[in-house]
């Protein structure tokens, strides 16, 4: 017996995809994924129109789906995060509904509660056998963990995995085993792996991010929450990793061995976890080939879904057991609420992805950002965008100083006894305009592009469209 079929055309035909269906796409391929387009450029060809596209993530590589809005194919969209290139055709009113965005957790929560059903998902899987059972570990376009796609496959109506590395049944490492899959379809490539993750990720040389990285690890070293059983998250961004690589110093010092690094994993993370700051790796996404080989060969090294990396509906998610959390924002405003949906000047380029999430589940939340970008403060009046309440940030490390939010008194006074530059978010925000001018305010246009919704399913803000001048 086999599930293999001819191509992603019969595939499609196969699974019943009718218009005004919802198709879903995870985005462990990044900006290397060729199966999205590969799938829509099919959908488009057999003459359907109207239809939903759930993507854990849309990137630049995707533009192709705006001649499929164009065009009626694509009439709504769903994404945690959407890249700047169709993030700007969106701002400018491209799509009639609008964008539906949820986070890492929000996403799989909303799929199991049958609030966001998938009619057909199709899993692009690096590795396969012709029964489905598929892995993202092996295979010339190996990404690691699948985390982000397990939803999709336990609860769409039908599951078409596509591989370019398909191997005989039984495949011995599953991530997605055969009783979710329907159809499978080998083709030449499901990505480009330059694009699906890079050779290594950069710690920081810029003078003004090792300044907040230090600080960064001043404030978690001080906290009260550095000491044996430790858990940590970070991101891939320059200043981040080396926030974690002065951390990694203080933890071999101290003697301490944390519990387990979360998240999207990087080869700095691998790093620690060789060095004994802690004990294991969760990982929803491999972020470089560092991480995607350890992934493969250390069982310390384990594969999550998102519903345990965060879903609020799943019985227990790793994220409520987080200590600290390092995060980025494009702005934040004096309540501490953080925008990471738009830029400045309210074009979607981003979204929540994780970030609303941790900083709901971690005890100690933390954004790192420069007081400025492009001569724009960082700290305003109000966010452009709500992406994660205020009541959810403990503190704002820039270059400038350390601004605390009035809510932990504890974590201010800790912080202050250690002698660390803390400061008013007010008056950081003072401090930044002296330097930069005060921003004009940015004019939004009268019509809905965006809906945020929170973690547990609820309108958390708007975004709404770029008027053309």
Partial sequence: MSKLVKSIQEAVMLAGLKDGMTVSFHHHLRNGDFVLNMVMEQIAAQGHKDIYVNASSLFDVHMPLLEHIKNGVVTGIGADYIAAGLGRAISQGVLNKPVQFRTHGGRPSDISKGVSPIDVAFIAAPTADPMGNCTGKYGKSACGSLGYAFADAMYAKKVVVITDNLVPYPLQDVSISEDWVDFVVQVDAIGDPKGIVSGTTQITRDPVGLVMASHAAQVIAHSGLLKDGFSFQTGAGGAS??????????MLKEGIQGSFGLGGITGYMVDMLHAGCFQALMDVQCFDLKAVESIRT?????EISAMQYASPNSRSAAVDSLDVVILGATEIDTDFNVNVHTDSNGYIMGGSGGHSDTAAGAKLSMIIAPMFRARLPIVTDHVNCISTPGKDIDVLVTQGGIAVNPKNAELKARLQAAGLPIVDIQQ?????????GTPQKIVKGDRVVAEVISRDGQLQDQIYNVPQV
Wanted: aromatic residues 4%; glycine residues 0%.
């Fill in 241 to 250: 990793l080396a926030a974690a690589k002065f951390l990694k110093d203080i």
């Fill in 298 to 302: 250390d069982p310390r090294h384990r």
């Fill in 428 to 436: 950081l925000k003072e401090k930044t305009e002296r330097i930069t």
